[in-house]
C-alpha cells in the first residue's frame, strides 16, 4: 500500500493556460475521487469514478473540467482556460468501496497568475 | 437534502488535556456512516475515526473516541491526552447509500498549545 499519489504538487500557471494534473490511487481501490479545496474550507466534491466509469459529476463544475479514468487505475483532471477563481488545492481520494473510508494524497496546489 | 454542521470554527486546548469538538448533521436515511478527518498543516487529509450507524457503540481509535447520538444527530468527537501533533483542521463527514459522495461540514481548526 503505497497511497495515493498525485502529480504535481504545486502548479503555476497563467490565466487562459491548460493544465492537467494526475492522480494515482491505492492499487486495489476501484472508486476514485475529486475535490477542489480553498483556504479554510472543507473539500469540495468535483467528479467520481467506479473502475473507469464517471458516474457523477458536480453541477457546480463548468464544462471548461473534464475528468478521465481510461484504464480504471489513474485518473487525469484537466481544467481549460484556467481562471484565477480555480486557485485551490485538488484533491485525489480513493477507496475500495462507497461506504468505506476514502485515503487522500497529498494534493496538487493550482496557482493562476 | 443531507447536511453536516460544525458549530465551532477554532478551538483550542492544553497539551495533554482533553477536548471535544462537536458535529451535527441531517438526514433521513437510516443507514449511513460517519466519519472525521484530519488536516494537519499544510498536510494530507487522513482518516481520525470512523462510524456506523447501526452500531450502537461509540467507535474508539487509541486518544480519540466517539460520542454517536443517533436520535439526536450528533457526532462529536473526544480527543484525550491532547499532544502539539493533534493541531489541524477536523472535519466531519457523512455518507448514505443514496449518494455516492461524502458530505462535509465546514471544519473546526484546532490548536493544541504547549
Known amino acids: 500500500d503505497t497511497g495515493v499519489s498525485q502529480d504535481p504538487r504545486h502548479k503555476i500557471t497563467k490565466r487562459g493556460q491548460n493544465v492537467t494534473f494526475r492522480c494515482d490511487p491505492i492499487?486495489?481501490?476501484?472508486?476514485l475521487y475529486w475535490y477542489r479545496q480553498t483556504l479554510g474550507q472543507g473539500p469540495e466534491f468535483l467528479t467520481y469514478?467506479?473502475?473507469?466509469?464517471?458516474?457523477?459529476k458536480s453541477r457546480l463544475l463548468s464544462d471548461r473540467f473534464s475528468a478521465e479514468r481510461p484504464k480504471g487505475s489513474f485518473s487525469t483532471l484537466e481544467i481549460q482556460r484556467t481562471e484565477q477563481g480555480d486557485s485551490a488545492m485538488y484533491l485525489c481520494?480513493?477507496?475500495?468501496?462507497?461506504?468505506?473510508?476514502?485515503?487522500f494524497g497529498d494534493g496538487t496546489r493550482l496557482s493562476i497568475l | 437534502a443531507q447536511t453536516v454542521t460544525q458549530s465551532q470554527p477554532e478551538m483550542s486546548v492544553q497539551e495533554a488535556e482533553t477536548v471535544t469538538l462537536s458535529c451535527t448533521y441531517d438526514?433521513?436515511?437510516?443507514?449511513?456512516?460517519l466519519f472525521w478527518y484530519k488536516q494537519p498543516p499544510s498536510r494530507q487529509m487522513i482518516l481520525v475515526i470512523r462510524q456506523e450507524a447501526y452500531k450502537q457503540q461509540n467507535a474508539t481509535e487509541n486518544r480519540f473516541s466517539v460520542n454517536f447520538q443517533k436520535a439526536a444527530k450528533s457526532f462529536s468527537l473526544k480527543i484525550s491526552d491532547s499532544q502539539l501533533g493533534d493541531t489541524a483542521m477536523y472535519f466531519c463527514?457523512?455518507?448514505?447509500?443514496?449518494?455516492?459522495?461524502?458530505?462535509w461540514g465546514l471544519g473546526t481548526s484546532l490548536a493544541v498549545n504547549p
Open positions: 469514478f467506479q473502475n473507469e466509469a464517471q458516474l457523477e
Open positions: 463527514a457523512f455518507y448514505a447509500g443514496n449518494n455516492r459522495k461524502l458530505i
Open positions: 481520494a480513493s477507496s475500495l468501496a462507497d461506504n468505506q473510508p476514502q485515503h
Open positions: 438526514t433521513s436515511e437510516s443507514n449511513y456512516y
Open positions: 492499487s486495489e481501490h476501484n472508486r
